[in-house]
């Protein structure tokens, strides 16, 4: 019998040994295949964009093919729950933004929680912005708010329970403390124009991509972004701590992710390297042009502050009652 009972302990122990050398060895030769980045949103965004600069430059660096595939919708919750099954090889990962934050809360049935995914690098981030028609005479928060005192504000923003609408909800009712209503639009481009052409009073926004160029241009009149410090894109455009809204701030990010159970040599090989593909200067700049800053952390960091945001949208949506079934 105990003969037996060795023998079994035996082949246990040796079978784990194999598993862990396997994993190890794994590890060790990562990547020896082709990796699949999936985009939670349609191509020509930013999450878009931002993934395929990564992916090339992880095929330059890593020396393997990197494939982009958009799984776009339910808020990138679609492409999330593709990821957060596949297996924890570090061969399929997620590139998406802070809507799988607010997600975490905004959705009642969520198919997969924070346990479920692991950030690899969190790349990028733009602050959400307040912006008018540049007929407005208001050339901030503060004076806008005076010159709608008694009058109902609208502001429209790509669709419901995105980072914009919450933000911008938030900021009227618990900082502004002015009656606001919300007006969805089916994307950034038909909100933009709703407030050229003076259908809405405001557009909130993530100040990166089109709104940055807009209000560089003169065509939109930026009064607040939601950030520590004034963008370099729009230096001119205060932030909402300067107009006497301390303490708030809020940003939209893009953000790459993989399987919860993924070996961490293989997270700390991929955040590695993504860091290296935000640091070369092009990369960098093509960035900051268009109103995003580069992020570079360890995995941890990033992790940390993924937990950290989704606290923080947690609260705010919560506040506002907001839920989707």
Not at 83 to 96: K, W
């Amino acid at each position: 019998m105990l003969h037996v009972r060795f023998a079994r302990n035996f082949i246990a122990a040796a079978v784990a040994a194999v598993c862990l050398c396997a994993t190890q060895a794994g590890a060790q030769t990562y990547p020896a295949n082709k990796i699949t980045i999936v985009v939670g949103f349609a191509p020509g965004g930013f999450a878009d964009t931002l993934a395929r600069l990564i992916g090339k430059g992880l095929t330059e660096r890593l020396h393997q093919t990197v494939v982009v595939e958009n799984r776009p919708g339910a808020g990138g919750n679609i492409a999330a729950g593709v990821v957060a099954r596949a297996e924890p090889d570090g061969y399929t990962l997620l590139a998406t933004t802070t809507a799988l934050a607010i997600n975490e809360t905004l959705h009642e049935n969520n198919p997969f929680s924070r346990t479920d995914l692991a950030a690899v690098a969190i790349a990028a981030s733009s602050p959400e912005a307040l912006a008018t028609r540049a007929a407005n005479p208001a050339n901030n928060l503060v004076d806008f708010l005076k010159e709608m005192k008694g009058r109902p504000i609208n502001f429209g923003s790509a669709g419901v329970g995105t980072g914009s609408h919450i933000e911008a909800a938030y900021f009227f009712q618990f900082l502004a403390k002015a009656p606001a209503q919300h007006i969805p639009y089916q994307g950034g481009a038909p909100a933009i124009n709703a407030t050229l052409g003076g259908d809405i009073d405001l557009l909130a926004t993530t100040l990166g991509g089109p709104a940055a160029a807009q209000i560089a241009a003169g065509k939109l009149k930026g009064l607040g972004i939601a950030a520590d410090k004034r963008a370099a894109v729009v230096p001119n455009v205060p932030t909402y701590a300067e107009q006497g809204f301390p303490g708030f701030t809020a940003a939209s990010w893009v953000g790459i992710f993989a399987p919860a159970k993924t070996d961490p040599k293989i997270l700390a090989t991929l955040n590695q390297t993504i860091n290296d593909v935000l640091k070369t200067p092009d990369v960098k700049q093509r960035l900051i042009d268009v109103g995003f800053d580069p992020i570079v952390g360890t995995q941890t960091e990033a992790d940390a502050m993924f937990n950290a945001e989704i606290d923080k949208w947690g609260k705010m949506v919560k506040s506002l009652g907001l839920s989707i079934k």
